[in-house]
Nanobody, 120 residues
């Protein structure tokens, strides 16, 4: 069974940095997209950053501060978050879209979420 295992959340002061990591455990045939979403209290889950093939995309609110990196050989994705702001406080979810088997359709996978709190 495929699972996404996240690590790296925590409490940080404004202006600080955190690095989130996510690894795919279990057997999967292929992964097309990996990325990160976040959900603040009372809000919908929103895209933060995504890596799709050779391209990356970021939410406007994090451009220039957050950087996504992906290791295709090991099926891992990381999110380097710099100059963190209180409004970045949220639960961050790792996301992947891929095919569990060659003959199966692609599906979405989600991590369990990791809390990031930016506060002084």
């Amino acid at each position: 069974q495929v699972q996404l295992v996240e690590s790296g959340g925590g409490l940080v002061q404004p202006g600080g940095s955190l690095r989130l990591s996510c690894a795919v455990s279990g057997s999967i045939f292929s992964i097309n997209v990996m990325g990160w979403y976040r959900q603040a209290p009372g809000q919908q889950r929103k895209l933060v950053a995504v890596s799709n093939g050779g391209s990356t995309d970021y939410a406007d609110s994090v451009k220039g501060r957050f950087f996504i990196s992906r290791d295709n050989a090991n099926n891992t994705v990381s999110l380097q978050m710099n100059n963190l702001k209180p409004e970045d406080t949220a639960v961050y979810y790792c996301y992947a879209r891929g095919k569990p088997r060659e003959w199966r359709s692609a599906r979405d996978y989600w991590g369990q979420g990791t809390q990031v709190t930016v506060s002084s």
